[in-house]
Nanobody, 116 residues
Framework: QVQLVESGGGLVQPGGSLRLSCAAS????????MRWYSQAPGKERELVAA????????SYADSVKGRFTISRDNAKNTVYLQMNSLKPEDTAVYYC?????????WGQGTQVIVSS
């Protein structure tokens, strides 16, 4: 059974940091590219960051470049999103996604609220 379980969300003040984790099971994690998406209330889901299967290449949405860092540990079947200098507009549900040749898996999401 494929599972992606996100954790690490919560309430943080502007300028603060959070580290999201996504633990994968039920598939060969090291063969999948991994992505983090965000979905703010009333908006479409947006790609935030992506990392290749071996972790050698990453990419980011312009809105988070220089503030967020995606990484992965294939030995632990986990992908991370380090979020620094958080802004109120980063408030959203964050989802991790596994992708390989059109096969996609989604987690259930973790809520991030940036507010003073």
């Amino acid at each position: 059974q494929v599972q992606l379980v996100e954790s690490g969300g919560g309430l943080v003040q502007p300028g603060g940091s959070l580290r999201l984790s996504c633990a994968a099971s039920g598939f060969t994690f090291s063969m999948y590219a991994m992505r983090w998406y965000s979905q703010a209330p009333g908006k479409e889901r947006e790609l935030v960051a992506a990392i290749t299967s071996a972790g050698g290449s990453t990419s980011y949405a312009d809105s988070v470049k220089g503030r967020f860092t995606i990484s992965r540990d294939n030995a632990k079947n986990t992908v991370y999103l380090q979020m620094n200098s958080l802004k109120p507009e980063d408030t959203a549900v964050y989802y991790c996604n596994a992708l390989r040749y059109g096969q996609k898996y989604w987690g259930q999401g973790t809520q991030v609220i940036v507010s003073s």
